[in-house]
């Protein structure tokens, strides 16, 4: 709010987030309370069940699963890191000039080298040719 | 009501603020809360016309108040959570999930600075970028918690298919950072503002990044063609496969006011927010309920038309096309500020 | 089997290629050679059973490449031939889709030891066909690889289609099979059930799939969900009764099924239906066809999660619902075919009403194309999934749209006209690479090739009565019964004594919407048939499914299960 200090302005907006945060999660707490006072209760153990697809499962869920999760979210926290680098430097681009070109160049152009790399490692797709023949 | 305005002229600037954003934070909330409500009825409609079938037309003038009776019913039915699940993950997953949701609106401007939006932080992009990176435990949470092999495959994916596309969608964002010179969205709404109206508004300036925007925007909610996590017929309704009456309800609004937020976002980011389209006319909130609405559209339409992708092309659509795209954008916008070609400059 | 047109074994003169040649090989091993009705018919000894097939597919001039069925039947207290000796016999169909020739083989097996040594590694398809009649009659067939119940529970105990089984018999059982198939413990793989109750199974069966991820490394198939055992019911009804029962297996397209029911009745009994019948038939057999596709595309691209086209067609397939209940009364299961004709004469505006969906089923078609073909996701999602090759698919035994996806031309109403279909112009698309894209292009094709032959049937619409002028076939119309004494005798011994045919079996088959639709039937002269055997195109095709979706993605196995058009009515019968 341009007419309000500076300092007070960064404290309200902080706290009307902070406000909203409390007012969504009133709300989400006040639903489910009403809810469990109106809602009924029939118990049966078929409910209970895991659903799948009519039959019995067969063992849990919570098994050990494809290491290619791990792989996405390994190049996930790189590229995110690089985004969160470029997001300032954007900022005062401007200011900086064209020094500020060369250097996000610089950035730009080793990150784009890994991800060539880790394409070339066939990393990036999802069903890798030799994890179908196993 | 003199009394009060005296009272409201005796009260500190900080406490005025203050009583400002309580009013507005309510305010906000509530037509949020509309808006979500609507949604899934106006979804419902338009589908159905595209389909020729009518839709829910029977509660109420047109079928309006289907979605207050669909809450009803959603309040009446029981509590059922699977013998296997993991209790407290199962009970928190949707509560995160509308949280999460809600939070990321709340740095969105529906008009003029001041009373048009909860907080006009000075890092309103860092913000989003943070918070929209929350609904994703929700979802992990839900899939994982049910302990059901469907629900476990539909986390799975939409984690993978959230954070690919989360990236190509805050890459996205740089190039207009960069001519607007700031994260404060405020700022970026009136840096679209100039003499030729519509065609200084960033989706046509910075037109690459907004075709990325859209199409991370639709897999970052999860909807047709990327509606993978829940593709009904593969993982029967994928995360939330277990989850029955309010638990359900609270995890479909946090995908409507999820949908409600890219929306508002792009519209803010790219298509110049409460701006006029055209130089003569005034600037509005009422111009950003118009453009909001039409992308709110956009991604109904989508459902109406198009097929979903396969996981893998869907994995390899983030990574190979869109993020390599969004970063040589970045370095095109980057070029062309620095050389100082026209509509690249302040 | 007791034809009167039985040749003796040493018959010479103009013999069918498959006799010579089996006679020349096997010698005193070929029992007997029939032909009845046009039927060829080949009798071995059992040793000689498996050399007999083999030959059969592989000699250059017989080249029975295509397997169709094979089935069981029990000849009980059959005192009425010479030449059986064993009571069960194995009845194997093959069909040549170069040479455009059938061919039954039959074998027989003993009371007291009913092997017979199996044909899987001949046709890939006698999988499932040796298992059921494994579950339905107790043959064994010696070195299959996993001979199973197939259509009936686990825990069943008696083989139900014997004839000393009893028909009322009842058998609850309740626990289902847990697991299909054995997984090591320490396996890190998910093992999923994909069905019997599940959005993308289109029906209920299950498949069990084991889960590396995304992919599915290794999984089974079960059926029998919907096993009612129409082929049981068959044997205790008269020949119209069966009628209704048909309309119960495709019930996506039920008109085709009596159509095929009623042509090879007629077969068996030499008549023919009059032209004006055979027209309709062939109009509302199309009508079916459009609305089977109509059903398969739809429901299987909204398995990709596009819910449009679904909608878009699902109107034309209203309008021909309509157009079947002004002809009948009745939408779903029509039961509007009779033994020689049809139930009764078509409405007055029928060409009219005709027109009008024609009209709706090109607009909709075109709108799903439009919708459809071209969208680079659904190519994607399309195009080299599930390739079946030409030769795979012939083994298999798949028929129809899938089978000519798979490049092979073979349509019964092109290559065995029946009812009248030499009179019509139409083409037979074929696909080159045998993926869901092909099969979806093929049914796409279909349906615009159906409309060129109804608008063709229109044109040329007979006048005329709508059933065969025959008092031991076709019951005299309601009015006389009521006003004549002649016609109410007439009635009355009709549905008494039922319709009698010769004794004697055929195999008709006609082109249903997914494939040959042949109905193999035994009869010894009664007002019941003997044995009844639908040869259901889905079986065949279904069977596939299990080694089509190996290694495949999940979604993969969902685009594919969708282009099948599996119905489960027909599967399970």
């Given at each position: ?134 | ?346 | ?59 250059p001039q017989l080249d029975f490449k295509l397997f169709l069925d094979l089935c069981g039947v029990d000849q009980l207290d ?81 083989h139900p289609m014997r004839k000393d089984y009893p028909v009322g018999q009842r058998h609850v059982l309740k626990s289902p ?297 076709a019951l005299p119309p309601k009015s006389e019964v009521y006003s004549n004494i002649e016609a109410l005798m007439n009635h ?82």
């Amino acid at each position: 709010m341009p007419s309000a200090a500076p300092s007070a302005s960064y404290l309200t907006s902080h706290s009307a987030i902070l406000a909203f945060l409390l007012v969504v999660v009133g709300f989400v707490a006040v639903n489910l309370v009403l809810w469990k006072i109106i809602r009924p209760s029939r118990f049966s153990e078929e409910k209970l069940t895991t659903y799948e697809c009519g039959e019995n499962p067969t063992g849990s869920a919570w098994i050990q699963f494809n290491i290619r999760f791990y792989v996405f979210a390994l190049l996930f926290i790189i590229f995110d890191v690089e985004a969160v680098f470029l997001l300032p430097w954007a900022v005062v681009f401007r200011e900086i000039g064209p020094l500020a070109f060369l250097e996000g160049l610089v950035f730009i152009a080793i990150l784009a080298i890994a991800l060539a790399y880790v394409w070339r490692k066939g990393d990036l797709e999802w069903v890798r040719t030799e994890d179908r023949q196993v | 009501m003199s009394g009060l305005s005296d009272h409201w002229a005796g009260l500190s600037p900080v406490a005025q603020q203050f009583w400002i954003a309580v009013l507005k934070v309510a305010v906000i909330f509530n037509v949020l809360l509309g808006l979500f409500s609507f949604m899934t009825y106006a979804e419902r409609r338009l589908l159905a016309f595209m389909q020729f079938r009518l839709g829910p037309n029977r509660t109420g003038p047109f079928g309006v108040l289907q979605p207050i009776a669909d809450g009803i019913k959603l309040f009446f039915k029981e509590e059922v959570i699977p013998e296997g699940a993991n209790r407290w993950v199962f009970v928190a997953a949707p509560a995160v999930a509308v949280v999460a949701a809600f939070l990321s609106i709340a740095v969105v401007p529906y008009g003029g600075p001041g009373l048009f939006q909860i907080a006009d932080l000075e890092v309103g992009i860092l913000y989003l970028f943070a918070i929209s990176s929350l609904g994703v435990y929700a979802i992990v949470m839900a899939g994982w918690a049910a302990n059901n092999k469907f629900t476990m495959l539909g986390g799975l994916r939409s984690a993978a298919q959230m954070f690919s596309y989360e990236l190509a969608l805050g890459l996205s964002w740089v190039g207009l950072i960069m001519l607007a010179g700031s994260f404060r969205i405020q700022d970026i709404v009136t840096a679209q503002k100039g003499g030729l109206g519509l065609l200084n508004w960033f989706c046509v300036v910075q037109f690459p990044a907004f075709i990325v925007y859209l199409i991370a925007a639709t897999a970052e909610v999860n909807r047709t063609p990327f509606d993978l996590p829940e593709a009904e017929t593969e993982l029967v309704a994928g995360f939330h496969t277990e989850y029955s009456s309010m638990r359900f309800a609270l995890l479909q609004m946090a995908e409507y006011v999820n949908m409600i937020t890219v929306a508002a976002v792009g519209t803010s980011l790219f298509l110049g927010g409460w701006l006029s389209p055209l130089p003569l006319l005034p600037d509005s909130p009422l111009w950003f309920f118009v453009k909001f609405g039409l992308l709110l559209f956009f991604f109904i339409w989508l459902r109406g038309t198009l097929p979903r992708f396969r996981y893998d092309q869907l994995m390899h659509f983030g990574w190979k096309v869109l993020v390599p795209v969004a970063t040589l954008w970045i370095l095109v916008t980057a070029g062309l500020v620095t050389a100082g070609v026209p509509g690249f400059r302040r | 089997m007791a034809s009167a047109t039985q040749e003796p074994p040493a018959a010479s003169g103009v013999e069918a290629p498959a006799a010579r040649v089996l006679r020349a090989e096997l010698g005193p091993q070929l029992r007997s050679v029939a032909d009845f009705r046009g039927d060829l018919a080949i009798t071995v000894e059992r040793d000689a059973w498996v050399r007999a097939a083999s030959l059969l597919r592989d000699h250059p001039q017989l080249d029975f490449k295509l397997f169709l069925d094979l089935c069981g039947v029990d000849q009980l207290d059959d005192d009425t031939d010479e030449g059986l000796r064993d009571r069960y016999e194995v009845v194997l169909h093959l069909y040549s889709v170069t040479h455009k020739h059938h061919v039954r083989l039959k074998t027989t097996a003993p009371e007291a030891a009913p092997d017979v040594p199996t044909l899987t590694g001949v046709y890939k398809g006698a999988n499932w066909f040796e298992r059921e009649a494994w579950d339905l009659y107790g043959i064994r067939f010696t070195g299959h690889p996993k001979l199973e119940r197939l259509l009936t529970h686990d825990a069943f105990v008696g083989h139900p289609m014997r004839k000393d089984y009893p028909v009322g018999q009842r058998h609850v059982l309740k626990s289902p099979k847990v697991q299909l198939m054995d997984v090591p413990a320490d396996s890190e793989h998910l093992l999923v059930n994909i069905g019997p109750s599940h959005p993308a199974m289109h029906g209920t069966f299950r498949v069990q799939a084991l889960m590396d991820g995304e992919t599915i490394a290794a999984c089974e198939a079960e059926i029998g969900y919907m096993h009612r055992n129409f082929e049981k019911m068959a044997e205790v009804r008269t020949y119209w009764q069966i009628i209704p029962y048909t309309d119960r297996l495709n019930y996506c397209s039920s008109f085709m099924n009596g159509h095929g029911w009623a042509l090879a009745v007629e077969k068996l009994l030499g008549i023919q239906a009059p032209p004006r019948a055979e027209a309709v038939r062939v109009i509302l057999s199309e009508f079916s066809r459009i609305m089977d596709h109509i059903i398969a595309i739809g429901t299987n691209v909204v398995d990709l999660g596009a819910i449009t086209p679904f909608f878009v067609m699902f109107r034309a397939r209203e309008d021909i619902y309509e157009l079947l209940d002004a002809c009948c009364g009745a939408r779903l299961t029509v039961s509007y075919v009779r033994i020689g004709g049809l139930a009764q004469d078509v409405p007055e505006d029928f060409e009219a009403r005709c027109r009008r969906v024609m009209k709706s089923v090109q607009e909709v078609v075109d709108q799903a194309d439009g919708l459809l073909t071209r969208n680079p996701i659904f190519t994607s999602r399309f195009k080299d999934v599930g390739a079946m090759g030409k030769d795979e698919a012939l083994s298999w035994g798949w028929v129809g749209p899938c089978l000519r996806g798979s490049g092979v031309a073979y349509d019964v109403r092109k290559d065995h006209p029946y009812s009248g279909y030499e009179q019509y112009d139409f083409d037979v698309p074929v696909g080159t690479v045998g993926d869901c894209y092909d099969r979806y292009l093929v049914r796409m094709e279909e349906m615009r090739q159906s409309l060129r032959i109804i608008d063709q049937a229109l044109r040329k619409l007979p006048s005329g009565p709508v059933i065969v002028d025959d008092k031991k076939v076709a019951l005299p119309p309601k009015s006389e019964v009521y006003s004549n004494i002649e016609a109410l005798m007439n009635h009355f011994k009709l549905v008494y004594d039922g319709i009698l045919p010769p004794p004697g079996e055929v195999y008709g088959y006609t082109e249903g919407a997914n494939g040959e639709l042949g109905y193999y039937i035994v009869s010894r002269g009664a007002k019941h048939p003997w044995r009844v055997k639908v040869r259901p195109p889905c079986f065949n095709i279904y069977q596939a499914f299990p080694s089509m979706i190996t290694g495949a993605l999940l979604a993969d196995a969902v685009a594919i299960i969708g282009g099948l058009n599996v119905i489960a009515g027909e599967l399970d019968r």
